[in-house]
């Protein structure tokens, strides 16, 4: 069983929709959490970092963390056409040092 | 430059080839990874170092030899590799390897072909 479940996609949404996007783990000590988005021929980006449970908001995108269904989300208001790239959440035990990445799911948005 | 360069980009070479990758960093960050990045996979770490010491080598085949000779630059050392090592490379840096949550931030990536 992989540490990390990420649904691969694609996913296509039309310009204005509200994107979901999410992640399992099965590792209950997690700690702390992350969302990098990667465009084409890009490294990855620090998208949004949250620590625990809870909610965090930066402009349109929110992070949810449900650590008792050992779920996370990236929810995306508003999508743009420039949001259409792969979203790889990621995830670091306290005591670790080593991120452990989802597989990535890519998002094309229409406009 | 800013951030973390990395080159070449793109990379073809023979399974008899030797080649390196460079990474460098602009942020003055002490710690320096190497990812792998393939098709429909997780991203996978291959090496971290930390202030120039090598931390964690995650079961990478002997073909592939990391050098850091100092904490903005690091190498990726390839020889006889195989076609299935055909994938993104990335390198990322952070401030420090704690272990408590360090962002990490990452290059373009090298895309190698190995034919």
């Known amino acids: 069983q992989k540490e990390v479940e990420q649904d691969p996609g694609p996913l296509s949404v039309p310009e204005g929709a509200i994107v979901s996007l999410n992640c399992t783990y099965s590792n209950s000590a997690f700690q702390y959490f992350m969302w990098y988005r990667q465009y084409s021929r890009k490294g990855p980006e620090l998208l949004m970092y949250t620590y625990s449970s809870g909610n965090k908001e930066d402009g349109r995108f929110t992070a949810q963390v449900d650590k008792s269904s050992k779920y996370i989300s990236l929810f995306i208001r508003d999508s743009q056409p420039s949001d259409s790239a792969t979203y790889l959440c990621?995830?670091?035990?306290?005591?670790?040092?080593?991120?452990?990445f989802g597989e990535g799911t890519q998002l094309t948005v229409n406009p | 430059e800013t951030g973390v360069t990395q080159t070449p980009r793109h990379l073809v070479m023979g399974m008899t080839n030797k080649k390196s990758l460079k990474c460098e960093q602009h942020?003055?960050?002490?710690?320096m990874y190497w990812y792998k990045q393939s098709a429909k996979k997780p991203l996978e770490l291959m090496f971290v170092y930390n202030f120039k010491e090598q931390t964690e080598n995650n079961s990478v085949p002997s073909r592939f030899s990391p050098e850091c000779p100092n904490s903005s630059h690091l190498f990726l050392h390839l020889h006889t590799l195989q076609p299935e090592d055909s994938a993104l490379y990335l390198c990322?840096?952070?401030?420090?390897?704690?272990?408590?949550?360090?962002?990490?931030?990452f290059g373009p990536g090298t895309r190698l072909l190995v034919l």
């Open positions: 942020l003055g960050h002490n710690a």
């Open positions: 990621a995830m670091y035990l306290p005591s670790g040092s080593r991120l452990t």
């Open positions: 990322a840096s952070s401030q420090a390897q704690t272990g408590v949550g360090e962002t990490q931030y």
